[in-house]
Nanobody, 124 residues
């Protein structure tokens, strides 16, 4: 069992930056691929970025490439999402998730554990 707790969301203006953090409980954090997802009102929960167990492989959805960076610190059981040049369309609840699969997944289904989410609101 893994418990995930996100933090770092907030209300910012377009062009600003935020850094989301997700801390995992337990001793097996390095056994999980990790993903950041977001869900806007009335929309599905979509992947934003994902990172492999070691951090050596990453994935980004096209809309955030060059603006967002996913990273992890296995010693701290933490995965981060650095978000720069934020846009109003980035407004959503952001969730982190853990997946025990061998490969990184870019859909929500394979992920085993989810955090409670943190709200990010970007004003124009």
């Amino acid at each position: 069992q893994v418990q995930l707790v996100e933090s770092g969301g907030g209300l910012v203006q377009a062009g600003d930056s935020l850094r989301l953090s997700c801390v995992a409980s337990g001793r097996t954090f390095s056994s999980y691929n990790m993903g950041w997802f977001r869900q806007a009102p009335g929309k599905e929960r979509d992947v934003v970025a994902a990172i492999s167990r070691s951090g050596g492989s990453t994935y980004y959805v096209d809309s955030v490439k060059g603006r967002f960076t996913i990273s992890r610190d296995n010693a701290k059981n933490t995965v981060y999402l650095q978000m720069n040049s934020l846009k109003p369309e980035d407004t959503a609840v952001y969730y982190c998730a853990a997946d025990r699969s061998i490969s990184i997944h870019t859909t929500a289904g394979p992920y085993d554990y989810w955090g409670q989410g943190t709200q990010v609101t970007v004003s124009s």
